[in-house]
């Protein structure tokens, strides 16, 4: 979340955040110690205005989507948990790309497009190029809790899943383009992927260089 965000934010944009039901979005403590902390969570942990709106999100289902120029869905083991099941994240999703509005996600995040649906009614992500986490990460990591594991829901609505492998995938990269949609294999990906969605901005007609 972190990466992007700030990315997003130092490009001039205003960012808000918002999660399935508002209210605190749970932070893993893991994910902030000296090995695995970014640049960008260290600014985290100092900044009172993101921290704030941490603690207290936005409902997905009360956001007017024509209000924004782009959505990232951040990822995470807690997506596995309730991306796959908002019915309004999937609304929120369906609309976005309706209107035609730049689609993002790494991890676990991708998992919010698997209930949203494209014009003609089909699940939006068929026949459409998307990285998540894959199902050997998720086995390598021991992971046996989530109920939802991104490879095998994206693969079950027809997305053309592709990722990279090594000795272990947590280690892997990978970021593709599609359309609208900008998805990653792994929290690795996010400055790609907040690149590439904010190159797809700047190409959009009417753009503002």
């Not at 007017?64 to 609304?91: I, M, N, Q, T």
Request: net charge negative; with cysteine.
């Amino acid at each position: 979340m972190t990466v992007p965000y700030y990315a997003f934010q130092d490009a001039g944009m205003n960012v808000d955040l918002a999660s399935p039901k508002g209210g605190l979005i749970p932070v893993d403590p893991l994910s902030l110690k000296p090995v695995l902390r970014s640049e960008s969570d260290d600014r985290f942990l100092a900044d009172d205005e993101l921290r704030a709106q941490v603690n207290d999100s936005l409902a997905i289902g009360d956001l007017d989507v024509a209000d924004y120029d782009l959505v990232f869905l951040a990822g995470g083991w807690g997506a596995a948990f309730d991306f796959g099941f908002s019915k309004p994240l999937a609304e929120a999703m369906t609309t976005a790309n309706a209107l035609g509005k730049v689609i993002g996600g790494v991890c676990h995040g991708p998992l919010g497009l698997i209930n949203a649906k494209a014009a003609d009614g089909t699940p939006l992500v068929t026949g459409r190029r998307v990285s998540a986490v894959t199902d050997k990460q998720v086995s390598e990591l021991g992971i046996t809790s989530t109920p939802h594991h991104p490879e095998t829901e994206l693969r079950r609505v027809g997305a053309r899943f592709e990722s990279e492998t090594r000795f272990r995938d947590p280690l892997s990269n990978h970021w593709v383009v599609d359309g609208n949609l900008v998805t990653g294999q792994n929290q690795n990906a996010g400055p790609m992927v907040a690149r590439e969605m904010m190159s797809l901005l700047l190409a959009a007609p009417g753009a503002d260089a």
